[in-house]
């Protein structure tokens, strides 16, 4: 040969005979006997002594490894160990039969050029020639050199290329540019193999920053294949989301950017911490054992985790649990989902690294995004590294800024950085500050951005902390066919699948259910119901029940009507209800419907729980959603609308619950010492609606007060609500225009923050409002402020007074929320009012601006619901004209410009 003879290597006939000791790598003791490879195998003319020769060192290797690999061996070196035995078995083969004359290189290449091989791994071999074209023995010679390898059972992966054909190829593909990157040389001459590295050098082809563009873009590809989930329950720990390619692409845009060999450089370079260095060392080897012990037990090279393979593989790996269940096997895969979930969260803060430093050219100076957050070319990060450990709710305000603007484009790695770094103040205290949960909620109510922002609050830890029930589902699968996603992908998905209907798209896979999405004005509690619908699986017991208890303790905190936290924890417990009568029952028999209806009981329920069930069937598996399954649903909706609507709108069920709320506060007023005739001649002053939707406890204190009061006609009474730790007010006074905008106007002087208002007017002419609000800190209100509350309502409303809305300016905290108010009118309660809904951003004074703009408008307000979140605001009010009608177009039109006049 015109090249020296290759390195570690048996010499050809004539050279002196000498065994090959084949590697002891860097494991401590060698892991071939030193005969293994015959040298007497390369004298004569035939092959054959050469493949029997090379497939009984590949068996001895192999077996040998496997030996290790079950005893507990180290991972890597087991893997390097095998990348080096087999460099000595291609260059025993390569001398053997390789004529000195050629003058090539024999190159490794892709996961063979990193020294890096599993039990089946492909070999990946160039073979590199310089000049236009190889002599006809040439490739004689390079056919005999591959059948041999193939005959002794290597899973080859070869090209024949000149360096003018590499060079083209790197140009014409980024896939090709990676392999070569990772070029190492076996045997041949060296100034080929430095011509061949200084061709697909990135100052020649593929810079840093084009290279890094066409990698993330075929990574997204890549993603796109596996429904953009590491969750699948047969996972691809190669080509999957959080596998093995997220650790080589760090590695290779490193590579191109920095010229490092080794993912330690980064670290050199100030690029990577060493804690995230340690966990892609780490996640490397997980995934290294998971794949060695899938090539054992699958006898190929297979990637994929089937469930053929996973319990073996639990079984390797000293999972244990109950024969007859699935425990085993579910241990080893959450841990799995785990440790892929980490990598990916790692892979998408470093790859925005490198988006930031090799694609941020000429970048704009920042845009302020209110006092602690600001833009910077598009991304969104804190202005001072300090802000979450100084003001801990920030955690939750950046994930309500993503979804309010759409036009931001993620966040900056150095701020995911910092919400992983400070995921330990996400504490018990934490998880009940009324204004923590009062964001998260405003999150959910966002127009946009719910379901994206749910998912990255997953992918950065952020949920599993904030509630500690999902924390223990993340990653949990269920062993079958039927549920293809992991519970907490699948609640996700269900999240998604709402959103989708709420968009009205995909038209073609829900075709029906997107027009009652329309007329859902709380679509909050259905992303609430989602997350908690299988929230308790794996605990034993029920989880439709279990999960209902949490769903209902954590609403509680939240700042919902009480009968909105219901909602919730009934669909939570009844989520398969639906489903399970429509597929499993005959909803053509009457007896059937009826008795679904009887435990639906109302529309809005029955509304709920159709799309709720729609959006968990689809995100159960892709395969399981069908227009069969679809129009079943449907048809079971539309009967029991029908038994609802029986009586119209359910009249039977009003007059239960209205009977069942004054039989419950009657009950409670048992022992209070007052009288039977009493009672029920100040009910019969109350309109029916006080009924439902009053709660007994609520009904039965107003009752106490006004029976307590014989004469008085103006009542102001506070008390403590300890479960939902509000203060209720109570204020019952004359009626007159102006009422209702006097009382939120003494609140707004007081600076208290109106939960939730009910309004209503008796038939003595008196008005009887019912408000929750809390202080400024978020408390019930104190001694002081109840006297202070107390005289000064009771001296403005003795008097009539009309407060007029103190006039502040909106805090410059508030200012990048705001956003254009929504309101909207329609019918209500039969037609008999008008219904207008406000959504806006909170305001000093807004909900006295409010009600006085509806007075300047000759508005008479009937009913009202108060909802505030956080920075926002969502208002019901029931209205009509001056002479009790129904709002008419005019009238409305002029309502909505008083409204936005005052708030815009």
């Known amino acids: 040969m015109s090249s020296p003879a290759c390195p570690a290597t048996p010499s050809k006939p004539g050279m002196a005979e000498t065994a090959l000791p084949l590697c002891r790598g860097t494991l401590p003791t060698p892991v071939f006997a030193a005969d293994i490879l015959d040298p007497r195998s390369l004298t004569g003319d035939s092959v054959e002594p ?51 004359a050629v003058d090539m290189a024999l190159l490794a290449v892709g996961g063979f050029g990193r020294g890096q091989l599993h039990p089946h791994s492909d070999i990946d071999l160039l073979l590199l020639f310089d000049g236009d074209e190889l002599p006809q023995p040439a490739r004689e010679a390079i056919e005999q050199f591959v059948t041999v390898l193939w ?44 011509d061949l590295v200084a061709a697909i050098s990135p100052e020649r082809v593929w810079p840093p920053g084009e290279f890094f563009h066409a990698k993330f873009e075929e990574q997204q590809a890549r993603y796109a294949q596996f429904g953009d989930t590491a969750y699948n329950l047969e996972p691809n720990i190669k080509e999957g989301p959080g596998g093995l390619r997220d650790i080589q692409m ?91 979930t980490r990598l990916e969260r790692l892979n998408e803060r470093l790859l925005q690294l490198f988006r930031e430093e090799l694609l941020g050219h000429d970048p704009l100076p920042p ?75 405003e999150l959910l109510r966002q127009p946009q951005g719910v379901y994206s922002q749910l998912q990255r609050m997953n992918r950065y830890g952020v949920l599993a902390r904030l509630i500690p029930d999902f924390a223990d589902i993340v990653g949990r699968m269920q062993f079958d066919l039927f549920h293809v996603y992991t519970v907490d992908q699948h609640i996700l998905f269900v999240v998604r699948n709402l959103r989708r209907l709420a968009y009205g798209k995909f038209e073609d ?26 929230i308790a ?24 009507p009480t009968e909105d936290a219901e909602l919730v924890a009934w669909l939570v417990q009844e989520h398969l209800l639906m489903s399970q009568t429509a597929q499993k029952k005959d909803i053509s028999d009457p007896a059937t419907v009826r008795e679904f209806a009887g435990k639906v009981q109302t529309q809005l329920r029955l509304d709920y729980l159709y799309l709720l069930t729609v959006a968990d069937i689809s995100a159960t598996s892709p395969r399981l959603w069908n227009s069969w399954k679809s129009g079943l649903l449907w048809e079971l909706r539309q009967v029991t609308s029908r038994v609802l609507a029986q009586d119209p709108e359910t009249p039977q069920f009003r007059e239960q619950a209205i009977a069942q709320s004054r039989v419950a506060a009657l009950h409670l007023l048992a022992n209070d010492g007052v009288e039977r005739d009493d009672v029920e001649a100040f009910w019969n002053t109350l309109p029916r609606s006080v009924y439902l939707r009053w709660s007994a406890a609520q009904l039965a204190w107003a009752t106490r007060v006004v029976l307590g009061a014989p004469g008085e006609r103006t009542i102001v009474a506070l008390r403590p609500c300890e479960e939902r730790k509000v203060s209720e007010v109570l204020v019952v006074a004359e009626d007159y225009t102006g009422l209702f905008a006097t009382i939120t106007t003494v609140f707004d002087q007081m600076g208290l923050d109106v939960l939730s208002a009910r309004v209503a007017t008796g038939s003595d002419g008196r008005s009887f409002d019912l408000f929750q609000v809390m202080n400024r800190q978020g408390e019930p209100l104190d001694a002081s402020d109840t006297e202070w509350l107390q005289d000064k309502l009771g001296a403005a409303l003795a008097d009539k ?59 008479n307000i009937h009913d009202a619901m108060i909802t505030t979140l956080g920075d926002r605001v969502e208002d019901t009010f029931y209205l009509t004209d001056r002479g009790n009608r129904p709002l008419d177009k005019a009238a409305q039109a002029e309502l909505e410009a008083a409204i936005r006049d005052i708030l815009e």
């Open 50 to 100: 050469v493949v029997a020769s090379l497939k009984s060192a590949l068996s001895h290797l192999d077996g040998e490894l496997e030996a290790r690999f079950r005893d507990g061996a180290d991972i890597q070196q087991l893997v390097q160990a095998r990348a080096w035995a087999v460099d000595q078995m291609l260059l025993f083969a390569w001398n053997a039969l390789m004529p000195e």
């Open 151 to 194: 005959d002794a059972g290597f899973y080859l992966g070869h090209s024949v290329r000149s360096l003018a054909q590499c060079e083209d190829e790197v140009k014409a593909d980024v896939a090709t540019a990676t392999s070569l990157m990772e070029v190492r040389l076996l045997c041949g001459p060296e100034s080929l193999y430095n």
């Open 250 to 340: 760090v590695g290779w845009v490193a590579k191109r950017r920095y010229g490092d060999t080794d993912l330690y450089g980064l670290v050199r370079h100030g690029f990577l911490m060493e804690s995230e260095y340690r966990e892609l060392v780490e996640g490397q080897r997980y995934l290294w054992r998971v794949r060695f012990a899938l090539h054992l037990i699958s006898g190929r090279a297979e990637d994929r985790l089937l469930f053929d393979f996973q319990r073996q593989i639990a079984e390797l790996f000293g999972y244990e649990g109950d024969p007859a269940s699935n425990e085993a096997v579910e241990q080893f895969m959450q841990g799995y989902y785990r440790e892929v």
């Open 367 to 441: 845009e302020p995004l209110g006092d602690d957050f600001q833009l910077l070319n598009g991304y969104l990060e804190v202005r001072d590294s300090e802000l979450f450990r100084r003001r801990p709710l920030a955690l939750m305000e950046l994930f309500l800024m993503l979804a309010r603007h759409e036009f931001i484009k993620g966040v900056r790695a150095s701020t995911i950085r910092l919400v992983v770094d400070n995921l330990h103040l996400v504490d018990e205290e934490y998880r009940n500050d009324p204004e923590v949960l009062a964001c998260f909620l």
């Open 509 to 534: 896979i829900y075709p029906r259910a997107p027009r009652v999405f329309q007329g859902v004005r709380k679509p909050e509690l259905l992303y609430l119901a989602a997350l908690y619908h299988d």
């Open 537 to 560: 699986k794996g605990r034993g017991g029920d989880h439709s029940e279990l999960g209902a208890v949490d769903a209902l303790a954590f609403c509680s905190k939240l700042p919902l």
């Open 801 to 859: 007074q009309v407060l007029e809305p103190v006039q502040r300016p909106m805090p410059r905290r508030l200012r990048p929320f705001v956003t254009r108010p929504e309101i909207q009118f329609r019918a209500g309660r039969d037609g008999q009012v008008t219904e207008l809904e406000i959504r806006c951003t909170d305001q000093p004074g807004l909900l006295s601006k409010l009600t006085a703009a509806m007075r300047h408008s000759r508005v």
